[in-house]
């Protein structure tokens, strides 16, 4: 345009400089006017934005220096400031990072190359498939503390299928498989004493030499449900039992009477156990607030996060891409993990440190599930309690000792150091993955 | 085939005798969760706890009061930590939990109502006088509205959220059952946040625990209260006896009966009682008259269930917990 505009004034008669030539000069200044502005502006923002960044860490370093030390990482909670320390919400923290990579991102990427890479064709197929995008869409901006009311119900306390999920409210109760292949359901003193003194309520009071034990499982019970010999079904507190009856409690004013010989059999609703609860195999149902249970509900809050941003990734690979896979023959599966996972793994791992980071600073949705603070050991298995860093620097911060202030501050330090180690991973695993185009 | 594990139980044959030695051999966890107020307490506590038996695992959670009610009727927890007594339907949903509970105050925690260092005209404060600040239906706009001889500057407050306890209690005193605190004002969950607020600002007036004035009195004042028997300052002396009223709340620990037979439960909250006045002055709240102590042992020893703070009907008792709880 520059270059056409002078060739036509050339063309107006008389020997000063058009007027239109003069205009020419103007706007071109006035064009890289604006383009300086523009850079100056630009400049701004990002050292405005850099410099609250810098302020911010810098104060939390000048605060946070004093605590800052092996002991901070070695201690659990403490009332004194001195020997408070963050060993039991880092490593509740990490687990809960770990459960959320393993659980999230591979849900997330499969979900993200489903939407992308096999877009349905069929009228209703369609319509579903604009339901899905519309949903993850709308769950990105659902506020956390949902997704902890949901974990709640669903992971914590699993519906109420097995009980409640306190285990130590609840009756101990141990079921025994015995030699000539009887199982009584009992509630016994002693295991380890020989003969074992066992009282079931469908057997009576039994004293059972131990050898003749095969098998012993342990549960937690508090509702039972009786099947009786004349059809009946009963299902309440198991409340009291001897040799001659059986007292259930109906409702808490209803109670029923039986005697043994009338049940036809029975059946517990009860926590299920697997393995025991310090080997690191050790499951349970319910979940109740065990780190799993934690790690699942964060997954939930980042799996939308992660599914968009893998979208994104997925699209930006070219469609000649695709195109020329085809073209060599190969199918569907071999186009999508040959050529184009590779292609947008940097993407994806964007993606996923921005969701990590998220799920390392969530809060709301912990306090939902159980919010446990003060906690003397660290987990040992994914049934494990656990404390996380963002509920502990919150209540350090908001304490009224000013010297707390200071450790949430080394908290914080602490909780950043985290994040950069898991993003390191993330770059890491970028690289390792990252092909050029070819 | 399982191993064989030991039960428990075993431990529950020497119940009867848990003294301080055989804490060692205790085993087992206990859940606790509620109000954030009455966590540093219990958390000094389940520290203590932990060295005298190591093989306790004590958890304290931090859901809130009403949230701690609502896991505790469940039957999810062992022990409620409790910002205020329990109220009618919580006890009702307990009733239907089948939970019963025993309850114990542990400590007092004074609310004080603080000013600007610069203001130099507010000399005291009568209940009557509060009301004039805090109510929605009078809602001084300036210091003159409150005192006639003071000046007409505009009136600015600062307050505990809506949701805490600490705010439940004022207006509970302040505005009673009938009338409502005032909406205008500057409300933060986080009480360093109001410090600031009132720091910050000549005309400005505030209140929460008086844990963080006492942390922070080089840059705030405390207003004494009148009720009728003269202006009294806040302090551990006067909280303890009674004298600084009517802003002083008792803080509770609920404990689930079926669980309180766990002799781990039992050696945990004997151990709670016993240490309750030194640690909760050290985490900066005010320890009970010792007769509170006592009698919530007795308690406690009875297995005696249920609440003082509502009456058969169901309805709310209030007043001075060294009357009301017995």
């Known amino acids: ?438 | 085939m399982k191993r064989l594990m030991i039960a428990f139980a075993a431990v529950a044959a020497l119940s009867g005798a848990a003294s301080a030695q055989d804490t060692k051999s205790l085993k087992g966890n206990i859940k606790i969760d509620g109000s954030s107020t009455v966590y540093p307490i219990t958390e000094a506590v389940a520290e203590e706890f932990k060295k005298a038996a190591p093989n306790v695992n004590v958890t304290v959670g931090i859901s809130g009061t009403g949230g701690g009610f609502k896991r505790f009727s469940a039957g999810e927890i062992d022990i409620a930590d409790a910002s205020r007594p329990i109220k009618k339907d919580e006890h009702e949903t307990a009733a239907t939990g089948k939970v019963e509970y025993i309850e114990l105050p542990i400590a007092f925690d004074g609310l004080s109502i603080v000013i600007n260092p610069k203001n130099t005209w507010v000399d005291k404060l009568s209940v009557d006088e509060l009301k004039k600040i805090f109510l929605a239906d009078s809602a001084a706009k300036t210091w003159r509205d409150v005192r006639a001889e003071w000046p007409a500057e505009p009136i600015k407050i600062f307050s505990p959220g809506t949701d805490s306890g600490t705010f439940d209690y004022f207006k509970e005193v302040v505005a009673g059952k009938d009338k409502s605190i005032r909406s205008d004002m500057s409300v933060s969950e986080d009480d360093n946040v109001l410090v600031r607020g009132v720091e910050g600002d000549k005309n400005a007036i505030g209140f929460f625990g008086v844990a963080y004035y006492e942390e922070n009195k080089d840059k705030l004042k405390v207003v004494p209260i009148d009720n009728g028997k003269g202006a009294v300052t806040p302090t551990a002396q006067t909280i303890e006896d009674g004298t600084y009223a009517p802003f002083s709340r008792p803080l509770f620990i609920y404990v689930n009966k079926k669980s309180a037979e766990r002799p781990e439960v039992k050696a945990f909250i004997d151990f709670y009682l016993k240490n309750a006045p030194a640690l909760v002055t050290e985490v900066g709240y005010v320890k009970l008259p010792g007769s509170v102590y006592a009698a919530a042992g007795k308690n406690f020893a009875s297995g005696k269930a249920g609440t003082c703070f509502l009456d058969d009907k169901g309805e709310k008792v209030s007043g001075p917990v060294t009357k009301v709880y017995k």
């Open chain 1, 1 to 438: 345009m520059s270059a056409g505009l002078p060739a036509s004034t050339g063309m107006l008669p008389g020997g000063q400089p058009p007027a239109s030539s003069r205009d020419d000069l103007r706007r071109r200044r006035n064009r890289r006017l604006k383009n300086q502005v523009f850079l100056v502006v630009c400049i701004g923002a990002t050292s405005i934005s850099v410099a609250v960044l810098l302020l911010l860490l810098g104060s939390i370093v000048v605060q946070g220096a004093k605590y800052l030390d092996l002991d901070l990482l070695r201690n659990f909670a403490s009332r004194k400031p001195d020997e408070a320390g963050i060993k039991a919400a880092l490593w509740g923290s990490i687990w809960l990072c770990g459960i959320c990579l393993v659980v999230a991102v591979p849900l997330g990427i499969c979900t993200a190359i489903f939407l992308e890479e096999y877009k349905p064709r069929g009228n209703t197929g369609k319509r579903m498939y604009g339901f899905i995008q519309l949903n993850i869409s709308n769950l990105a901006g659902v506020p956390s503390i949902v997704y902890g009311i949901l974990g709640l119900t669903v992971f914590v306390r699993m519906f109420g299928l097995f009980g409640s999920p306190n285990l130590s409210v609840y009756d101990e109760m141990y079921r025994l498989r015995l030699a000539d292949g009887r199982t009584v359901l009992a509630e016994i003193v002693d295991i380890e004493a020989d003969p074992v003194e066992a009282e079931s309520p469908v057997e009576g009071t039994l004293s059972i030499p131990r050898a003749e034990i095969v098998e012993s499982d342990r549960f937690y019970a508090r509702r039972h449900t009786f099947e009786l010999r004349d059809g009946r079904t009963i299902t309440g507190d198991l409340s009291e039992f001897t040799t001659e009856t059986i007292t259930i409690e109906v409702t808490p004013e209803l109670t029923e009477q039986f005697a043994p010989a009338d049940v036809a059999g029975y059946r517990t609703k009860n926590v299920i156990e697997h393995g025991e609860p310090e080997s690191f195999f050790y499951l349970r149902l319910p979940l109740s607030g065990s780190v799993l249970a934690g790690g699942l509900t964060l997954s939930l809050v980042i799996l939308p996060i992660l599914i968009i941003a893998s979208r994104e990734a997925l699209r930006a690979v070219p469609p000649s891409l695709r195109e020329g896979a085809f073209a060599l023959g190969s199918t569907r599966w071999q186009m999508i993990w040959r050529m184009i996972l590779p292609a947008s793994v940097p993407g994806i791992m964007t993606g996923t440190i921005l969701a990590i980071s998220r799920a390392i600073g969530e809060a709301a949705p912990l306090l939902v599930i159980g919010g446990i603070l003060f906690i003397m050991f660290t987990p040992r298995n994914m049934m494990d309690d656990f404390a996380a860093l963002p509920l502990q620097i919150y209540n350090w911060a908001s304490r009224p000792q000013a010297e707390f202030h200071k450790v949430a501050a080394s908290g914080i330090i602490v909780l950043l150091g985290v994040l950069l180690v898991f993003n390191a991973i993330a770059i890491v695993v970028r690289q390792k993955f990252q092909r050029p185009l070819q």
